[in-house]
T-cell receptor, first 109, second 119 residues
């Protein structure tokens, strides 16, 4: 079993739609969680950290469920520019970051 | 914007050649990393460093080597390139800089990557 698992997608949604991604992690000792965005042939860039109480940044909401060991990312009012791959990243033991395979999002007009 | 730079951006080279991929950051970060990523696949950690003269192998076995003689510089070397080394190599750094330890929410900043093709 992979340490961090994501549905690879692609998720095809129309502009304006709300879409949610989940990510599960296997190491219960994991300390921190992040969502990164990666555009095609580009480097990953931090989208947002995920805090225990949940956090929101504009149209993006991230939540953490430690009991079930998953994190989620909700995107409201999808824009064409949201099309990208969203990487779930978990910091586990020894401060090592583990990346999921990513979930691909395609927003169409 | 992060101040981490990789060169070259693209490299096409023949089998058996020695190559060095450069990575530099000007943020004073203690931790630096090399990841390998194939198209549509996840990032795999191949090397990391927690400071000068510290280097460790990552989760994915790699024939490459790294060095960390200066805080800002973390080059990766392949002594003899092979077609199986064809991939994208991403350098990253994290930390608060100035030798201080980062917190659990320390963020990772990536360079633009080097796309390596070995013929």
């Amino acid at each position: 079993r992979k340490e961090v698992e994501q549905d690879p997608g692609p998720f095809n949604v129309p502009e304006g739609a709300t879409v949610a991604f989940n990510c599960t992690y296997s190491n219960s000792a994991s300390q921190s969680f992040f969502w990164y965005r990666q555009d095609c042939r580009k480097e990953p860039k931090l989208l947002m950290s995920v805090y225990s109480s949940g956090n929101e940044d504009g149209r993006f909401t991230a939540q953490l469920n430690r009991a079930s060991q998953y994190i989620s990312l909700l995107i409201r009012d999808s824009k064409l520019s949201d099309s990208a791959t969203y990487l779930c990243v978990v910091k586990g033991g020894f401060q090592k970051l583990v990346f999921g395979t990513g979930t691909r999002l395609l927003v169409s007009p | 914007e992060a101040d981490i730079y990789q060169t070259p951006r693209y490299l096409v080279i023949g089998t058996g050649k020695k190559i060095t991929l450069e990575c530099s950051q000007t943020m004073g970060h203690d931790k630096m990393y090399w990841y390998q990523q194939d198209p549509g696949m996840e990032l795999h950690l191949i090397h990391y460093s927690y400071g000068v003269n510290s280097t460790e192998k990552g989760d994915l076995s790699s024939e490459s080597t790294v060095s960390r003689i200066r805080t800002e510089h973390f080059p990766l070397t392949l002594e003899s390139a092979r077609p199986s080394h064809t991939s994208q190599y991403l350098c990253a750094s994290s930390g608060l800089g100035g030798g201080r330890q980062g917190g659990v929410n320390e963020k990772l900043f990536f360079g633009s990557g080097t796309q390596l093709s070995v013929l």
